[in-house]
Structure formats: structure tokens, C-alpha cells
């Protein structure tokens, strides 16, 4: 028996087929009700809803057949999906098609055969409503016209069960979302609840969409509903300047800010730390605010009063200690006559001792001067040259002691004539400071050099680049009209891992460096404020290679005509 051709578009029909997902599947009452009316309305014994697979055709249902599927080189039904309306066959053994198909020759023996196409609403022959019977017939018009209508209501039954498919799967995966939106909604509740930090999230109207427990605490709202009101309303002394940070933050900027003072909305003054950023919805664009607050009056306060006392204990250690200074420098020079060797060395001992007191002293006044804004500066035009080379004048002395040599470098781009705008004494401070740094952990015999050149704008950016973590120990892109100084030693470099808290107060690599080194932690602190006063950055730059020496640079804007001297404190 010659098999059925393939129709033309076998393959999508095939995919169609699929997207049924109706092959295999159990028998069901709405489909063996149709097969049922379709015998009944047209006679025959047996009636079939048969769909084309591949290599089989399968039975939906099986009105009068046992068998579930046939092969499809077997298959009546391959041929009636190739006609566009009903394909009968009157009597098989007559039909050179037919005649030796194995279900004429033997079991169930079919001499006639009615299949009306089942169209999908794509266009696709999926396979027929079919009726049969054992002898030759013919089926009446109304009775073709009938199978016609079946094979449609078939369709559209299969048509249901695929959408109601679809609907269960969108419902399962509706119950999965809210399921999951659920659990996340009783996570976040959690978290608001217990997180130890004042969290909300403002809308891009900067109303109050999420609330924390203790952003609710903090700002005494624990009996208001705040969600949905504007934060305006809420806290009516609303800076001013946070007209100018919303705009930024809305457009993907992160802003913070360490000790601001604000007022709450019962009316009290407190001070805030805050961190400021967008937040983002499902698609990816900038959705609102989450802020993030802590109160910290207390700090301030605390801050305050710690340094007030250091401040004045500072002052009152001062003036009894220079005394002592003084009468131990009169003993060592002999003012009360020479003394036993003993007696001369303790002396000598005190003395260092009452130094260093002195200088720890003065740093720990001139940090609290920095930080409560008392620090003057006497700002003029300075000769680049002569600073440089009066901060190796007065350095040059404990260089010698340390048996290391000072060396000046000034780059061809840097004229001899170039002048920078700065207090003259504070930079001296700083230059010493770097300078005696470097001393002291250069080797014996090795080299200090202090150099100065010209900063471009393109080899800035390279300089900040080139620092990395923790905020790269003070780097930030140097600009152009700048002149860079720079210190460098013939020293190890300072520890990988201390490079973060390289520039933090009474901060010190580890105790063995500070008995063998000496300091207060405070140097680096002092000359970095200093530096950024001045409206500058000092960055550290870690050597290259083990023991090539460490680099300390920082830059200064140079003097322009159109500015004038002042003194103010910065």
C-alpha cells in the first residue's frame, strides 16, 4: 500500500500538533461524546479522533476500536489531512490505496471510511473526526455536513483545553510569584523591623514608600502613618539644599554627607549622618530614594566635649612642660655644674622625652584646631624654590644624625620663578614632616629626594588611578595649573594592608615600628589636612618593587595674579 505524502508544511504542523499538548494524554468524556454522536448521526460501528503524528497516528478517542494508535504508513486519516473537506472512501477494497492496507486485509476489516480534517485556527491539518464501518456505504449530504460540524466542536474543545492549560500555567506561575512576592514581603517586613539602621524609601515625588522601626523611632513618628506622605510634610524644616541633592540622586548620583544638623519634626535640633541613592524598579530605571540615617548628636556632643578636654589639658600640660624642658636643657649645658655620668645620661634621657612630649602636645592642639575650624592661615605668594629649599635646611641636621643624604629635584617643566599661594609656616609643617618621615626609614648612606613639577591634567588622572583601596590613602585627580611635590625614600614602603589608615589619627603601622621609629600617628593626619586646606591632595604611592622606596606626593594650586593674600581660618 503506497504511504501518504507529507503535506508541505509537515514540520510547522507537527510543531502545531505539539502545542496541543493532547498526545498520550487520557481518555476524557467531552472527546468520546463527540465520537459517540458522530457514529450515531452517521451509522457506522466505529468513529475515530485521530491525530497525525510522525510516525503514528493516535486516538483522542476510539468509539468501537480497541486499539489506541496505528501506524501512520497504515493510517487512512494521513490521507484526508492532505484534502480540504471531508475524505470518503466508499469501499477500501476497491481503492488501489486502500485495497492492501492491513486494516482492510485484516482486523477490523474497514471497507468504508468518512475523515473530516481537523483545522487548526493556525490553518494546520492536525488529523480527522473519522467514522468507519465493515461493509461498503455512503454517508447522506446532512450526514457529511454533520461529520463537518464535529470535527470543528473537536477543534474547539482541543482550542479550550489549550487555553485552560495556558491559564493554569499563568494562575501556577501567579501563585508562584505572589508566593515568592509574599515570603520577600515578610522578609523585608522583617528586616524593617530589626535592621539596626534608620532606612526609608522615597518616591520620585519624595513621598515615603518603605519605613524602618527605628527610622520610625529616631524621628519620633513612631504613632504616624508616614507611607504615602510627602517628606516635606513630614519633616516641615526641610533643607533647603536637598532641593539641589534629590535632582542628583534621581539621576543615578550617591550622596552623603558624615555630621549634618537638621530638625526633627517635633521641632529639635540634632545631628544627622546620612547616605543618600536611587533605587531601581523591576525594569532597570530609577524608581526613588532609600536613605539611610544614623543620629549622631550624641557623637557630635561626645566629639565635642573630648575635645574641649584635650584641648584644654593640652594647654594646661604645656606651659609646666615647657618649663621642665627648659630647666632640663640648663642641667645638660651645665648651669648647675657638671654632672656624674650617671646623672648627665638620665638627663640627657629626660630631655628627649619631654621633646617628644612637646611635640605631641602641639599636634594633638594643632588636629583639634584643624577640626574645629580655629586653625589660621597666613595665605601669600610663596617662591616654590626657596620653601623646598628651606624645608632641607631645617631637616638637614636630623638627615645627618640618621647619616642620610637630602637631594632637591626640579623638573624642567617647573620654572625657577614658580610661586604657590599658601601659609608659608604650615607648609613648612608639612614638608617637615614628610621629610623626617622619610629620614627615618631610609637606610644609612641611602637618599631623600624632594622634587617639584608641573602637574597636567593627563598625568593627574594617571596618578589617581593608579591608587586603589581605601579610598587610595587620599588619592584624587590633581588638575592642571598645579604644581606636585613629591618625597621620596629609599625605604620598604609602608604594609599593604596599612595603607587604609595611612592618613587616620594615632594611626601607626604596628608597635614595633613605633619604638623603633618613634612618632605620634598624628604627622600624616596634620600635613594632609593641611594640604587639602590649601586646597590640595596628598596620595602615598607604594613602590613598585620590594625596598624601592615609598612616594608621598601632594599638590598645590600655583599662585595667579588675580589672587590676593589673605588670613583667614580655614
Known sequence: MPAAPLPPDERRRLENLEDYAILDTLPEQQFDDLTLLAAQICGTPMSLISLIDSERQWFKSHFGLETSETPRSASFCAHAILSESVMEVPDATLDERFAHNILVTGAPEIRYYAGAPLVSPAGFRLGTLCVLDKKPRHLLPSQLQALEALARQTVAQLELMRTVRRFEAVDGARSQAMSHLSANAAL?????????????MLDRDLRFVVVSNRFLSDYHLVERNVVGLYYRDVFPHFPSRWKEICPRVLCGAIERNEAEEFVQSDGQT???????????????????????????????????????????VSHELRTPLTSIRGA???????????LPPGAQQMIEIAQKNSDRLVLLINDILDIEKIESGKMRFERKPIKLMTLLQSALEANRNYAQILD????LQREDNCPVEAEVFGDENRLQQVLSNLLSNACKFTPSGGTVTLRAHIESASEASNFGAEQAGAEQAGAEQLRSGAVQISVIDEGPGVPAEFVPRLFEKFAQADSSSTRKQGGTGLGLAIARAIVEKHGGALN?????????????????????????PSGEAW
Open 328 to 338: 632640663l636643657g640648663l642641667l645638660a649645658g651645665g648651669m648647675a655644674g657638671e
Open 404 to 407: 642620610v643624604s637630602l637631594e
Open 188 to 200: 523585608m517586613r522583617q528586616f524593617l523591623e530589626h535592621a539596626p539602621a534608620a532606612i526609608a
Open 540 to 564: 602615598y604611592r607604594a613602590p613598585q618593587k620590594i625596598n624601592q622606596g615609598a612616594t608621598f606626593q601632594f599638590d598645590l594650586p600655583l599662585f595667579q595674579e588675580s589672587e590676593s
Open 270 to 312: 540634632g545631628f544627622l549622618q546620612w547616605d543618600a541613592r536611587p533605587w531601581r524598579d523591576a525594569h532597570g530605571k530609577i524608581a526613588g530614594i532609600i536613605l539611610l540615617t544614623e543620629l549622631i548628636s550624641e557623637r557630635v556632643r561626645a566629639q565635642r566635649i573630648k575635645n574641649e578636654f584635650v584641648s584644654v
